[in-house]
């Protein structure tokens, strides 16, 4: 198992930007995935973002294109989500997660991922 640590989240104005940060165990992930996905109360946990590891290609939703970027750091084993201009819709707990598997097909299934973090609270509101 991949142990996995969340950091950057707090309350910030909307329009505003936030950095989280996702630290995991000291382990080669050359095969692996990694991934953000978020949950708001009474809803169900949506996909964000994810980039595989080797190489860097990322995926987005729809509903953050343009405006997250995900991002790595080989070195300190690291993944961090860029969040610019934050609206409401974006409150939500914020989840690293990471899966042995580089499939574009199920990028987005939480049900692949079998490594997860604690979680990071994200609010946005003026």
């Known amino acids: 198992q991949v142990q996995l640590v969340e950091s950057g989240g707090g309350l910030v104005q909307p329009g505003r930007s936030l950095r989280l940060s996702c630290a995991s165990s000291?382990?080669?992930?050359?095969?692996?995935?990694m991934g953000w996905f978020r949950q708001a109360p009474g809803k169900v946990r949506d996909f964000v973002a994810a980039?595989?590891?080797?190489?860097?290609?990322?995926y987005y939703a729809d509903s953050v294109k343009g405006r997250f970027t995900i991002s790595r750091d080989n070195a300190k084993n690291t993944v961090y989500l860029q969040m610019n201009n934050l609206n409401a819709e974006d409150t939500a707990v914020y989840y690293c997660?990471?899966?042995?598997?580089?499939?574009?097909?199920?990028?987005?299934?939480?049900?692949?991922?079998?490594?997860w973090g604690q979680g990071t609270q994200v609010t946005v509101s003026s």
């Open positions: 997660a990471a899966r042995y598997s580089t499939a574009v097909a199920t990028m987005m299934r939480g049900s692949d991922y079998g490594d």
């Open positions: 000291g382990r080669s992930f050359s095969s692996y995935t």
């Open positions: 980039i595989i590891w080797s190489g860097g290609r990322t």
